[in-house]
């Protein structure tokens, strides 16, 4: 497929004055998070009391390019601010998840390859695309951003599945895998942002190919495609199986979900599935545990409630993890759902602020 990047030069120089953000307001009750994604942008307003006060939701129209994309998220948070009645001085800062690898110390997209097709039918990559500047600049407001992972993960650390611990990892199941770190308090961000990439973890050298090119990644034995891959093998092979029968006529519409409701009913091939796929999701997990040590692995996306599967990650992660790491540990499910992203925004505005401050 033909790709369209966006890129304000080819020399990947950004001009300093649209990486520049306003100052945070580290008085104001109130501050906004934001989720950008390929279809939706999401702007929630948070106030100290952890609670949403007003939100809104919009098409992000990615396709249209980077600038249209700006001007969906300042729309969303006008809007956002304007349902809790609220005005733009009442916000200490913006934050916002962002998928991608962001530069978290001059918000600009460095890489960004989730904003769907263009118009002519290219794929739409972000290269070195100047973000929270102009978001900045044009609500008159501070703004930061991060990984959209990352981000997820401060949110569940901060009002989720992982509150009252200081370490936790965190891994989003879904087409791929996202992943993000907070280690005694503090998000794990690397030099420029683009840490911690768990789903590109090498598992099995020499093994599947990952969609991102390289082979042997746990994203290549645990994502999306690896599961109906499987499932495709266990038909091919002429396994009895109920899902021979859930797609007759066209297999390539066979989805995780499908694969589940066949493992819900006892069907042993696609049990099997979600006891392999959660081995190998043990095994990264488990390299996770043995560089952070955390208190807690938290689990999130559609894809970890699949029967079974969570199960078989925690056996396959306490053979496979240093054991007194892995035993002062628990392996739990995300909390927050579709709010991990706002709220984890809301989290970095709140700490950006802090920082202001001291």
Not at 87 to 99: E, F, K, N, S
Not at 296 to 301: A, D, I, N, S
């Amino acid at each position: 497929m033909a790709t369209n990047a966006v890129s304000p030069a080819s020399t990947g120089f950004v001009s300093p004055e649209l990486t520049m953000t306003l100052r945070p307001n580290p008085n104001a009750s109130f501050v906004v998070g934001v989720d950008l994604g390929g279809t939706n942008v999401r702007a929630a307003v948070v106030g100290r009391d952890d609670k949403i006060a007003g939100q809104a939701r919009n098409p992000s129209r990615a396709r249209e390019g980077a600038a249209k994309v700006i001007e969906q998220v300042a729309l969303t948070v006008r809007q956002a601010i304007a349902s809790a009645r609220l005005q733009p001085q009442d916000i200490g800062a913006i934050g916002m998840a962002v998928p991608g690898h962001i530069d978290t110390r001059t918000g600009v997209i460095i890489w960004s390859p989730n904003f769907g097709e263009t118009t002519d039918g290219a794929f739409q990559i972000f290269l070195d695309v100047p973000f929270t500047g102009p978001v900045s600049h044009e609500l008159g407001i501070a703004c930061y951003a991060g990984n959209d992972a990352n981000i997820a993960a401060l949110g569940e650390f901060r009002y989720g599945a992982g509150r009252g611990t200081t370490d936790l990892v965190m891994l989003t199941l879904g087409t791929g895998i996202g992943s993000g770190v907070v280690s005694n308090g503090r998000l794990i961000t690397g030099h420029t942002g683009g840490a911690v990439e768990f789903g590109h973890q090498v598992i099995v050298a020499g093994g599947a190919q990952c969609g991102c090119g390289d082979f042997g990644h746990l994203e290549a034995y645990c994502g999306r495609d690896a599961i109906v891959e499987r499932a495709l093998r266990a038909i091919e092979a002429g396994k009895p199986t109920l899902l021979a029968s859930m797609c007759p006529s066209d297999k390539t519409l066979l989805t995780p979900k499908l694969i589940d409701e066949a493992a819900q009913q006892g069907d042993a091939a696609a049990l099997a599935v979600f006891e392999e796929t959660g081995y190998y999701l043990g095994i990264g997990i488990a390299n996770a545990i043995n560089a952070f040590n955390p208190e807690v692995v938290v689990l999130g996306g559609g894809i970890r409630k699949a029967t079974g599967l969570i199960a078989a990650a925690e056996r396959s992660m306490r053979a496979h993890a240093i054991a007194s790491l892995a035993r002062t540990c628990r392996l739990v499910e995300a909390e927050l759902g579709e709010d991990a992203g706002v709220m984890g925004a809301a989290e970095l505005a709140w700490r950006e602020m802090a920082q202001a401050a001291s």
